[in-house]
T-cell receptor, first 114, second 114 residues
Framework: DADVTQTPRNRITKTGKRIMLECSQT?????MYWYRQDPGLGLRLIYY???????NKGEISDGYSVSRQAQAKFSLSLESAIPNQTALYFC?????????????FGDGTRLSIL | QKEVEQNSGPLSVPEGAIASLNCTYS??????FFWYRQYSGKSPELIMF????GDKEDGRFTAQLNKASQYVSLLIRDSQPSDSATYLC??????????????FGQGTILTVHP
């Protein structure tokens, strides 16, 4: 089983719909992140959380919200989806110990908004 | 100037050669440096991380860091066709509002031809 699991893996939906992407991890990491990846723009940080009570905006948080339901779960919501949110979305986790620990990525969710 | 810059490539090398991938960064406060490999449609996979000036070797991979010149590189010895992928350079700034966040370069596409 994957250490960082994202659901769904693929989703096609219509403009204006509310969408939730879920991420769960079995690595025991404190820190969790949501990124989107677009061709030519690389990976960009949407939101991140260093523990259950900590939520921080990344560089492109507008139009998104998150919820850290437990140490192991971090969900990303699009309240009213728009076509330019079509992208590949990744969840990542890292250990909150001393020093900068590497991030480990889930398999991604391919989201298409028509 | 972008925070993390990579030549987008594609970089093409023959099988068995050394592939050299370079990354420059703008923030002198950057402390931690990571190289990820990403196959098309897949998630980024951590290859190497380096924190101190100098070289760090792991199998066929060597990461080189020069903080004074603000660059980090990845060498792949005895390149194989299976090394063909996009290589992402990422950094963490240790302080301020960027604490703990990874900033990615655009990635370099590497093609190893038989």
């Amino acid at each position: 089983d994957a250490d960082v699991t994202q659901t769904p893996r693929n989703r096609i939906t219509k403009t204006g719909k509310r969408i939730m992407l879920e991420c769960s991890q079995t690595k025991g990491h404190d820190r969790m992140y949501w990124y989107r990846q677009d061709p030519g723009l690389g990976l960009r940080l949407i939101y991140y959380s260093f523990d259950v009570k900590d939520i921080n905006k990344g560089e492109i948080s507008d139009g998104y919200s998150v919820s850290r339901q437990a140490q192991a779960k971090f969900s990303l919501s699009l309240e009213s989806a728009i076509p330019n949110q079509t992208a590949l979305y990744f969840c990542a986790t890292s250990d909150g110990g001393l020093g900068d620990q590497p991030q480990h990525f889930g398999d991604g969710t391919r989201l298409s908004i028509l | 100037q972008k925070e993390v810059e990579q030549n987008s490539g594609p970089l093409s090398v023959p099988e068995g050669a050394i592939a050299s991938l370079n990354c420059t960064y703008s923030d002198r406060g950057s402390q931690s440096f990571f190289w990820y490999r990403q196959y098309s449609g897949k998630s980024p996979e951590l290859i190497m991380f380096i924190y101190s000036n100098g070289d760090k070797e792991d199998g066929r991979f060597t990461a080189q860091l020069n903080k004074a010149s603000q660059y980090v590189s990845l060498l792949i010895r005895d390149s194989q066709p299976s090394d063909s992928a996009t290589y992402l350079c990422a950094i963490i700034n240790a302080g301020g509002t960027s604490y703990g966040k990874l900033t990615f370069g655009q990635g370099t596409i590497l093609t190893v031809h038989p």
